[in-house]
C-alpha cells in the first residue's frame, strides 16, 4: 500500500514561490490501481518525482506499508528506491543493451550477481511475453515491446509499488489497450499498488479502480470509479461519460446507474408521460462494476422540461435542464 499524506512541494523561482503541490493526500492499497488526470500544470509530474523521490518533497510523507520514504537519508535513498518501480511515457532503454540487460540493468546497480540478475531478467520477461526477446536490442523492438521491457526493468527490484507516468500516450490504441492490459494482470498477480499518470480518460476506464483529478497541486475530485461517476455534474464524472455535440435549450441531460432488477428510467418515464423523449445523444458504459446511461434527451411535444426531469428523477435518474 501507498499512502500520501499533505504532500506538498515548492519551488523558487524569481524570487517567487511557486507551489507545485500543496497538500495532496491519497491512499492506493495493494492489489488496486488509483489514477491521476488533471491537465497541463496540474502538478502531476512533480508528483511523480516526489513519489520517485526524483524530488524531495517539500513537506508531507509518503509511506509504503506505513515506512516514510520522504524521511529516508540521502544515503539510504537508494535502497528505499527499490521498493518502487517507476514506467514513463517512454522507455528509455539503453540502445547499446540487450533487452535482457535493459531489464537487469536495476540489479546490476544494487549489486545483484550476474546469475541472479540474469535468471531474474529472463523471469520477468517471460511475465511481461518477451522471453523469445532476450537478446535483441530497443531498435529492433516496436513501441509496445519496448514499453514491456521498461515495464519488466520496473519490477526487477521487486518493488510493492508501480508508478506509471503516461505509460501509453505514445501508443496506438491496439497497443495501449494490451500494455494497460498487461499492467491489471500483474498488479492482480503480484498484488501491486499502481499509481497511474494520465490524461487519457480511456486509461482511466480501463484499469482503474479509484481516480483523482490534480487541479494547481490539489486534489479537486477523488473517489471510486463509480462513485465519482455516478457523481452528476461533477467534472469527473462529464470527463468519463462526455457526450458529443452543441447544447440546446430545453433538453435535458440524464445520468442513469442501473442497479439490478429496476428498470431504466427512461423507459419507465416515456411510459408514465405516454412519450418517448428522443435521444439527441447518449452512452451506455460499465465502470467500476456499475452500469450507466448517460443521455441528452430532447423533450417530447407538449412537454416542459421541467416535467420531464421530474420524471425521471421519479424513476431513479439524475437529470437536469440544460443551459448553455
Known amino acids: 500500500m501507498i499512502t500520501v499524506t499533505r504532500l506538498a512541494k515548492v519551488y523558487s523561482q524569481a524570487g517567487r514561490d511557486i507551489h507545485a503541490l500543496a497538500g495532496v493526500s491519497l491512499e492506493v492499497p495493494a492489489g488496486s490501481v488509483h489514477g491521476v488526470i488533471g491537465p497541463s500544470g496540474a502538478g502531476k509530474s512533480t508528483l511523480v518525482r516526489c513519489l520517485a523521490l526524483l524530488d524531495r518533497p517539500t513537506s508531507g510523507t509518503v509511506e509504503i506499508d506505513g515506512v516514510d520514504l520522504a524521511a529516508v537519508p540521502a544515503g539510504q535513498l537508494r535502497q528505499a528506491r527499490r521498493r518502487l518501480g517507476v514506467v514513463f511515457q517512454h522507455a528509455n532503454l539503453f540502445d547499446s543493451r540487450t533487452v535482457l540487460d535493459n531489464v537487469a540493468y536495476p540489479l ?4 545483484v550477481a550476474r546469475r541472479e540478475r540474469r535468471e531474474r ?15 535483441a536490442h530497443p531498435a529492433q523492438l516496436s513501441g509496445g515491446q519496448r514499453q514491456r521491457v521498461g515495464i519488466a526493468r520496473a519490477l526487477a527490484t521487486d518493488p510493492d509499488v508501480l508508478l506509471c507516468d503516461e505509460p501509453t500516450s505514445a501508443l496506438d490504441p491496439r497497443t ?3 500494455i494497460l492490459d498487461l499492467i491489471a494482470a500483474l498488479k492482480a498477480r503480484l498484488g501491486l499498488a499502481v499509481l497511474v499518470i494520465t490524461h487519457e480518460m480511456h486509461v482511466v476506464k480501463r484499469i482503474c479502480d479509484t481516480v483523482s483529478l490534480l487541479e494547481g497541486g490539489e486534489i479537486a475530485e477523488s473517489g471510486p470509479l463509480a462513485a465519482v461517476v455516478g457523481a452528476f455534474g461533477s467534472r469527473l464524472s462529464e470527463s468519463l461519460l462526455a457526450l458529443p455535440g452543441e447544447l440546446v435549450d430545453g433538453d435535458v441531460d ?11 428510467a ?3 418515464t416515456a411510459r408514465a408521460l ?3 423523449p428522443r435521444i439527441v445523444a ?4 460499465t465502470l467500476g462494476g456499475t452500469t450507466f446511461h448517460r443521455l441528452r434527451l430532447a423533450t417530447p411535444p407538449g412537454f416542459a422540461p421541467g416535467a420531464l426531469v421530474t420524471a425521471l428523477t421519479a424513476h431513479g435518474a439524475h437529470a437536469q435542464e440544460v443551459a448553455r
Open 108 to 111: 546490476e546497480i544494487a549489486g
Open 121 to 135: 531478467a529472463l523471469e520477468l520477461l517471460g511475465l511481461v511475453g518477451l522471453a523469445d526477446a532476450a537478446g
Open 176 to 178: 495501449t489497450d494490451e
Open 254 to 264: 440524464v445520468l442513469d446507474a442501473l442497479t439490478p432488477g429496476r428498470e431504466p
Open 266 to 268: 427512461l423507459e419507465a
Open 274 to 276: 405516454g412519450a418517448a
Open 282 to 285: 447518449g452512452t451506455v458504459e
